[in-house]
């Protein structure tokens, strides 16, 4: 089954809206990571959270290792946030590699 | 800023051609990865590399393999393309051992007639 779940699938805002983006994983995990991609952009890191609350700027990143669970928080929307947010997590060993979810898509329209 | 480099944006081939896709990182890392980017968007991990090791996700097909001359280079050939490798190939670098912070580059769209 699927090991990162991302919720919703896809969300429009009012400019101006708040949303909040869930993240749940079935595994125990090391770390993760938020990233933004715009459709044929590259994917940029947001956030790399393990644990606790970060924020920077408008976007507010919690997670919760023990819960399985990271949030990505965006207040104040704008246009310019349009695009799809990916959650990663890294469960250790050796390879480091990243398990992603399927992503949110976030239109947001004046 | 750029630090992970991955050269061609984009590449067009027919059936059965090779292909190999650079990716540079300056950022010191000693870990590449490579990701593949389906059309419904889904990234899934093909490759993990660094000095010592090479790890393989075993769902890669063997026309696929990763080609390294130093710490900051991996590369990615495709011994015979097919059509289900459409897609777009990423190049990512961290430290080793996991926990640690991945930087992406753009990313390279294969497509596949």
Redesign the interface.
Known sequence: GQQVQQSPTSLVLQEGENAELQCNFSTSL??M?W?Y?RPGG????VF?N?SGTKQSGRLTSTTVIKERRSSLHISSSQITDSG?Y?C?M???????????G??TQVTVIS | ETAVFQTPNYHVTQVGNEVSFNCKQTLGHD?M?W?KQDS??????MF?YNNK?L?V?ETVPRRFSPQSSDKAHLNLRIKSVEPEDSAVY?C?S?W????????????TRLTVL
């Not at chain 1, 590259?42 to 890191?45: E, F, P, R």
């Not at chain 1, 060993?93 to 990243?98: A, F, P, Q, V």
């Open positions: 090391n770390s990571q990233f991609q590259s994917l940029i890191s790399y393990p799809t990916l990663a890294d469960t250790g060993g050796l390879s480091g590699k990243l398990t992603f399927e992503g | 870990t990865y990701y419904k968007k889904l990234l899934k991990i993990s090791q790890i996700n990423l990512a961290s080793t051992g996991g926990a640690y912070e991945q930087y992406f580059g753009p990313g």
